[in-house]
């Protein structure tokens, strides 16, 4: 996937700016407050967190990738609960990888 956004690390300042690795203002909680987003300060800390979040939305990916396989090897094995409980593990790794690949 080809990134569009202003390369991390993204910090937050002590005055409130989420700054960009090249040192580009990407937002400030501030102006947050005032245009009457409640909670700005932590928003502002989770937008800072955006770069993080999407270099581990892909490591999870990766991750529910080999559990379904897993999962989907152990569906046929053993008795008729473990099946059920592979099926079901299987069914929500599925769902989890829709969310978070792109």
């Keep these: 996937m080809t990134t569009k956004h202003t390369p991390g690390p993204w910090s937050l300042t002590d005055k409130g700016n989420v700054i960009g690795a090249d040192g580009e203002q990407i937002v400030n909680f ?22 993080d979040l999407l270099a581990q939305r ?13 999962l989907e090897a152990c569906r046929d094995a053993g008795d008729e609960t473990f099946r059920a409980i592979a099926r079901a593990g299987a069914e929500e790794a599925r ?8």
Excluded: F
């Design 58 to 70: 892909d490591a999870l990916a990766e991750a529910l990738t080999m559990a379904l396989g897993w």
């Design 95 to 102: 769902a989890a990888l829709a969310k978070v690949k792109p």
């Design 30 to 51: 501030l102006a947050l407050a005032n245009a009457g987003i409640e909670s700005p300060k932590a928003n502002a800390c989770l937008i800072a967190s955006t770069p």
